[in-house]
């Protein structure tokens, strides 16, 4: 593991109730992911971070929102769930180095369940 | 929508024949990456072919790219009871969050 560890690891909530999930790393990568995994799908980006306080979106935004106060901390919020977000949510990271030569380092997911 | 698709959605075979999967992307890149998902875990890097390369090799991996045919495939020779997995193409589409697009994955189970 590339020094990336996510918490919860597992939660299950009620729909209509705010929820945050943490993204923690050690590596000092400048740029920051969150995906989200579901059967059939693949991986899709939700948000994503470019350093502190740089944030933008990706292919499933709606919903979600990010935060990014420190280098090793990404926040991701959602405001109020619902059970089309019941997912297993993956934090990655990746050094922001020259274009085509990046890859990505995964995080252990976290699996969110939305009743 | 998803840039790369993996055929097949799910491959099983005899420990120690080789396995083919083959990903299909929509748009020019900048590098294709193959990424292997053990069950209930996150994504592990394996390769990386860059849009100037033919055919890279890793161990018992090897990657072609045919950028006219925007098509990858990914080879494990001799395969292992441990290969058993999903792996997943992803493409980099020359974008500034140097953004991965991944495929929906193929599932690989490897018979001892």
């Known amino acids: 593991d590339a020094g990336i560890t996510q918490s919860p690891r597992h939660k299950v909530t009620e729909t209509g109730t705010p929820v945050t999930l943490r993204c923690h790393q050690t590596?000092?990568?400048?740029?920051m992911y969150w995906y989200r995994q579901d059967p059939g799908h693949g991986l899709r980006l939700i948000h994503y971070s470019y350093g502190v306080k740089d944030t933008d979106k990706g292919e499933v935004s709606d919903g979600y929102s990010v935060s990014r106060s420190k280098t090793e901390d990404f926040l991701l919020t959602l405001e109020s769930a619902t059970s089309s977000q019941t997912s297993v949510y993956f934090c990655?990271?990746?050094?922001?180095?020259?274009?085509?030569?990046?890859?990505?380092?995964f995080g252990p997911g976290t699996r969110l369940t939305v009743l | 929508s998803q840039q790369g698709e993996e055929d097949p959605q799910a491959l099983s075979i005899q420990e120690g024949e080789n396995a083919t999967m083959n990903c299909s992307y929509k748009t020019s890149i900048n590098n294709l990456q193959w990424y292997r998902q053990n069950s209930g875990r996150g994504l592990v890097h394996l390769i990386l072919?860059?849009?100037?390369?033919r055919e890279k090799h890793s161990g018992r991996l090897r990657v072609t790219l045919d950028t006219s045919k925007k098509s990858s495939s990914l080879l494990i020779t001799a395969s292992r009871a441990a290969d058993t997995a999903s792996y997943f193409c992803?493409?980099?589409?020359?974008?500034?969050?140097?953004?991965?697009?991944f495929g929906g994955g193929t599932r690989l189970m490897v018979k001892p």
């Open positions: 992803a493409t980099d589409a020359n974008n500034a969050g140097n953004m991965l697009t």
């Open positions: 590596e000092n990568h400048r740029y």
């Open positions: 990655a990271i990746g050094g922001g180095g020259a274009v085509g030569t990046d890859t990505q380092y």
């Open positions: 072919i860059r849009s100037n390369e």
